[in-house]
T-cell receptor
């Protein structure tokens, strides 16, 4: 399965600022996703990061708040913009590989103060 | 609508067997995954079922009934390190991503 490097692993940010999270995969993958996991809850899909086109956002998530880049098949970034305490969560990138299932990065624990 | 139901919490004794159930209603079905997630860590893959029946992998087994929209994860010979959240997730046809249940927090006691 693919190996995913996600960083930063954690950060404490001031409200109103933005944080960019990076996800690097050790092989080319078509499917790359960003999830949010709020405290004590399960994973919610934010968007699918598409290479060469705009990301596909799920209901309740918008590009202005969570801009995503996918410049190639091994890398993606998620930015959490204009943060508020409600954005405090774990953010996870994930890749899907046909026949191998889905693998997750180690996650970014974000605290907004 | 789409929904995946799991019990919120379960407690079991070290050395025992525990079954974690998952029922689902989703728009399309391409397979069902079980993940284990320890506190503060990312989910790790446990099992994948796409056909009806039981898949056994060491101490862990997973069962699927597509007609009933039902799966369970069976953990045998429980160890303290099995204390974690167990997430049921459906791979939806055409979506190419996972729809997660709320997760079951399992506590193993001595």
């Amino acid at each position: 399965s693919a190996v995913i490097s996600q960083k930063p692993s954690r950060d404490i940010c001031q409200r109103g600022t933005s944080l960019t999270i990076q996800c690097q995969v050790d092989s080319q993958v078509t499917m790359m996703f960003w999830y949010r996991q709020q405290p004590g809850q399960s994973l919610t899909l934010i968007a699918t990061a598409n290479q060469g086109s705009e990301a596909t956002y799920e209901s309740g998530f918008v590009i202005d708040k969570f801009p995503i880049s996918r410049p190639n098949l091994t890398f993606s970034t998620l930015t959490v913009s204009n943060m508020s305490p409600e954005d405090s969560s774990i953010y996870l990138c994930s890749v899907g590989i046909q026949g191998s299932g889905y693998t997750f990065g180690s996650g970014t624990r974000l605290t907004v103060v | 609508g789409q929904n995946i139901d799991q019990p919120t919490e379960m407690t079991a004794t070290e050395g025992a067997i525990v079954q974690i159930n998952c029922t689902y209603q989703t728009s399309g079905f391409n397979g069902l995954f079980w993940y284990q997630q320890h506190a503060g860590e990312a989910p790790t893959f446990l099992s994948y079922n796409v056909l009806d029946g039981l898949e056994e992998k060491g101490r862990f087994s997973s069962f699927l009934s597509r007609s009933k929209g039902y799966s369970y994860l069976l953990l045998k010979e429980l160890q303290m390190k099995d204390s974690a959240s167990y997430l049921c997730a459906v791979d939806q046809t055409g979506a190419n991503n996972l729809f997660f249940g709320t997760g079951t927090r399992l506590t193993v006691i001595p």
